[in-house]
């Protein structure tokens, strides 16, 4: 931890970092109960709704490659005060929308506003903690933001069977509310503004070129790309897969969604164990592991016994190691950067919803009436994850202390 702390709270900094990238989460999870309830006020397939997902998932993929300059130019706090005030009024527009086409445009702002905080908390972290601590800390982000998805869908169940869909994005509102008093007048700015950064996009664009060259950054942002498109996946897929195909209530879905987060939390939470007694990439190489073998377990028994007791175990478990994966390939990603680390945090943000964009898409294309299309995409991730984490272990010929 560096000297910027010393007058600091580093546990109340964590909080708050933990809160603003926990909005992301909790802008896709708390919303998920209310799926069948939007389809049926504006009359389509529960699967159409799945569209407003990948536009979140689209607009957060843009819009963490604008914060990335912005908040190399100006410091991590005045991008991340109007990012949140631009989330404010899209949740209200959310609200407002005469039709299932207006939402999708609504939650594509809605994401443009909450990615800052995605950005600016892995940013803050880099700028704030040493090497050997940055894993440990997005660790106990991912012990917060973890909670996100155990609350946010119960919450959201209780909210829609009480009030309304609309009433979930009105809760939202004024959660961003409290973020934007925490930011403005408790979180200290972690970096100087840099007036070199050029914000003219040709600039921008050589500037994220510059770290895709970076060969490390390269395996494994597009590892988590990977790892992180499987999870989003998953989610974009929850409301079709346990309401309609295990035909489980709002309250059930609630508390079965919840479960597969705790074990998101928990591998989080074991990680930060391990890394005391192991290297940051043998971690990251027996998770992926791991990770292939769930995946192809889960398609192989989608043919021979697709039943709630077979499936959900092999998905907590599927959660359970990429609460070790996620942290682990973030902080091997952003290691080699220390000027340009809001920009490779923007880019390596960016790069994962581009990919969970792509495979939510699938999803709604294929997922109709048997959960086949899920595991294929799921055990593909799981497969290209791993074969990026070989390629590097065999360029490099041995593994490394830390990484």
């Not at 994220?208 to 989003?232: M, Q, V």
Request: aromatic share 14%; charged share 10%.
């Amino acid at each position: 931890m560096t000297d910027r702390l010393r007058t600091r709270s580093k546990n109340g900094i964590v909080l708050i970092l933990g809160t603003l990238i926990a909005l992301g989460p909790f802008s896709i999870d708390m919303y998920l109960p209310g799926f069948e309830s939007v389809a049926s006020q504006f009359g389509v397939d529960i699967s159409k709704v799945g569209l407003t997902l990948t536009s979140y998932f689209i607009g957060i993929s843009l819009g963490q490659l604008a914060y990335g300059p912005l908040m190399d130019r100006f410091g991590r706090r005045k991008p991340l005060i109007v990012g949140l005030s631009i989330f404010i009024v899209s949740c209200l527009l959310c609200a407002f929308s005469w039709n299932l086409y207006a939402l999708i445009v609504a939650r594509f702002f809605l994401a443009l506003g909450g990615c800052a905080g995605m950005v600016a908390s892995k940013a803050i972290v880099r700028d704030l903690f040493k090497k050997n601590q940055v894993a440990d800390v997005l660790s106990t982000l991912m012990l917060i933001m973890g909670v996100a998805p155990i609350i946010a869908p119960t919450v959201g169940g209780i909210v829609v069977a009480a009030f309304n869909w609309q009433a979930v994005f009105y809760i939202l509102a004024a959660f961003a509310i409290l973020m934007l008093f925490n930011v403005t007048y408790i979180l200290p700015e972690s970096a100087e503004p840099n007036h070199k950064t050029s914000l003219r996009p040709k600039a921008i664009i050589k500037e994220y070129i510059s770290i895709l060259r970076n060969r490390e950054f390269f395996i494994f942002a597009t590892a988590r790309g990977f790892a992180l498109g499987a999870l989003l996946a998953y989610v974009s897929s929850a409301p079709f897969l346990f309401s309609h195909y295990f035909g489980l209530d709002e309250q059930q879905f609630g508390w079965v969604f919840g479960g597969n987060a705790f074990g998101l939390i928990l591998g989080s939470q074991i990680n930060r164990v391990v890394l005391k007694h192991f290297s940051l990439f043998n971690i990251t190489m027996a998770t992926s592991i791991m990770l292939t073998i769930l995946t192809l377990a889960g398609l192989a028994f989608t043919f021979v016994a697709p039943v709630f007791w077979v499936i959900y175990p092999i998905l907590f478990f599927m959660l359970f190691f990429t609460g070790f994966q996620n942290p682990n390939v973030t902080a091997l990603a952003l290691d080699p950067f220390t000027i340009q680390a809001g920009s490779a945090s923007a880019l390596i943000g960016s790069m994962s919803m581009l990919f969970g964009s792509i495979f939510s898409v699938l999803i709604s294309t294929f997922l109709t009436d048997t959960i086949v299309p899920l595991f294929y995409i799921l055990a593909a991730c799981s497969i290209c994850s791993l074969v990026l984490i070989l390629v590097y272990y065999r360029k490099n010929q041995f593994v490394p202390a830390r990484a």
